[in-house]
């Protein structure tokens, strides 16, 4: 079988061994897919390790995204955009670069929540890594406008800044706003602040939501996440993370592997009363 990992630290928690051998056994594909531990100043080192061992790709998670952006010697253009890399590819001695988490958000949008984002005004909350990924595919569906909200202005600007610079924007309008300037509510609102891991929500105004808005919270949990139980008080639909965490994975099989897994039966797995 061939050999994959995750790589993290902590990792005993991931769920990526799980969804990939799901996609393995699903597919026919004869993989081995592990959790790497790397210690936190020895990233560089345990890649190389696994290449040695012939590993044949890697996904790398939190705290590693930047370090493998910075490994790689080859790097996709959605991830040079986000200045992160997820997935790893080791391919005739390189180190090839890529980033599955922005396009596994929008398919678990568009195809999963069946809500497309072409034509609709989207609000991105908070301008770290995570916003920075979305940002591509977010823009490759062509929304009427893209708003990013961040407590940090000047990050949101320097996001749209660099959103006004790709060739994706077409007339997209794209602008920065602190929570304060936020009014009108819009299609879809994706909260992609660190701000629920200290189960805090950003002071966003309830009018940014509609009955017809989904608002997605890129995080997830057993439960509700804090985020996601104010957009249901504000009439808001919800979705959290879990779906693009799924997608991503679905992403970096098809990469590695020339197959599209199907990641229904996944979802299922992990939340079978609600599928
Ligand atoms: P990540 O990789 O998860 O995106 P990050 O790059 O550190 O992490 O970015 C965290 C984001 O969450 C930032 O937009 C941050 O806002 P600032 O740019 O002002 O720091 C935002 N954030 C973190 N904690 C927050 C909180 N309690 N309320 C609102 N926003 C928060």
Redesign the pocket.
């Known amino acids: 079988a061939d050999l994959y990992c995750v790589f993290g630290n902590p990792i005993h928690h991931s769920k990526s061994p799980v969804i990939h051998a799901m996609f393995a056994k699903q597919t026919g594909q004869a993989m081995d897919y592990q959790t790497n531990l790397a210690p936190l100043d020895g990233f560089a080192a345990s890649v190389q390790q696994f290449i040695e061992i012939g590993g044949k790709g890697a996904n790398v998670t939190v705290p590693f995204k930047l370090e493998a952006f910075a490994l790689a010697q080859k790097l996709s253009a959605r991830a040079a955009m986000a200045g992160a890399v997820n997935t790893l590819i080791f391919s005739a001695g390189e180190i090839i670069g890529d980033n599955t988490d922005g396009i596994g958000l929008v398919r678990d949008i568009t195809h999963n929540a069946s809500k497309p984002i072409h034509g609709r005004r989207v609000l991105l909350l908070?301008?770290?890594?995570?916003?920075r990924g979305a940002l591509l595919p977010l823009l490759e569906e062509r929304p009427a406008s893209l708003t990013i909200a961040?407590?940090?202005l000047s990050?949101a600007v320097e996001l749209v800044e660099m959103a006004k610079k790709s060739a994706m924007r077409s007339d997209c309008e794209i602008e920065a706003k602190t929570w304060e300037q936020l009014d009108g509510s819009f299609d879809l609102i994706v909260n992609?602040?660190?701000?629920s891991l200290?189960s805090?929500v950003?002071p966003i105004p309830s009018s940014i939501f509609s009955a017809s808005s989904l608002a997605y919270d890129m995080m997830y949990a057993d439960t509700q996440t804090r985020f996601n139980l104010y957009a249901q008080q504000c009439g808001a639909q919800t979705r959290d993370g879990l779906g693009m965490l799924i997608e991503q994975a679905a992403e970096a099989f098809f990469i590695w592997r020339g197959v599209r897994p199907e990641t229904a039966p996944i979802f299922a797995h992990f939340r079978p009363v609600e599928g």
């Open positions: 908070g301008a770290g890594g995570a916003a961040n407590r940090t990050k992609a602040t660190s701000a200290q805090e950003p």
